[in-house]
């Protein structure tokens, strides 16, 4: 039901964009969200988005960098990301709110993409 891409091997400081593609019926009035696991650690929440994109919340460590947006026409939640750090490589995965706001925890998210891999060299 979720389906994210744009990963890839990025020099530090470049920038990449995922996208996450969904079935209207997965993400209707829901929150979206996107979180990270780097290998050895726990998942970590990111940024997340309520159901019409007015209210946005980020981890402090991408505060400032990443942009959550989604688009409720083309169903697609994105994340652009800029000046990445090595410390940004993990798995990314995109993730549907049980809620409409936004939310942190990833006990409140209900479903969850395949994750897309992403790498920063130094």
């Known amino acids: 039901q979720l389906q994210a891409s744009g990963g890839g091997l990025v020099q530090a400081g470049g920038s990449l964009r995922l996208s996450c593609t969904a079935s209207r019926r997965t993400i209707s009035n829901n929150g979206l969200g996107w979180f990270r696991q780097a290998p050895g650690k726990e998942r970590e929440f990111v940024a997340a988005?309520?159901?019409?994109?007015?209210?946005?919340n980020y981890a402090d460590s991408v505060k400032g960098r990443f942009t959550i947006s989604r688009d409720n026409v083309k169903n697609i939640l994105y994340l652009q990301m800029n000046s990445l750090k090595p410390e940004d490589t993990a798995v990314y995965y995109c993730?549907?709110?049980?809620?409409?706001?936004?939310?942190?925890?990833?006990?409140?998210?209900?479903?969850w993409g395949q994750g897309t891999l992403v790498t920063v060299s130094s």
């Open positions: 993730a549907v709110s049980r809620y409409s706001g936004v939310t942190n925890p990833p006990g409140s998210y209900q479903y």
């Open positions: 988005i309520s159901w019409r994109g007015g209210s946005t």
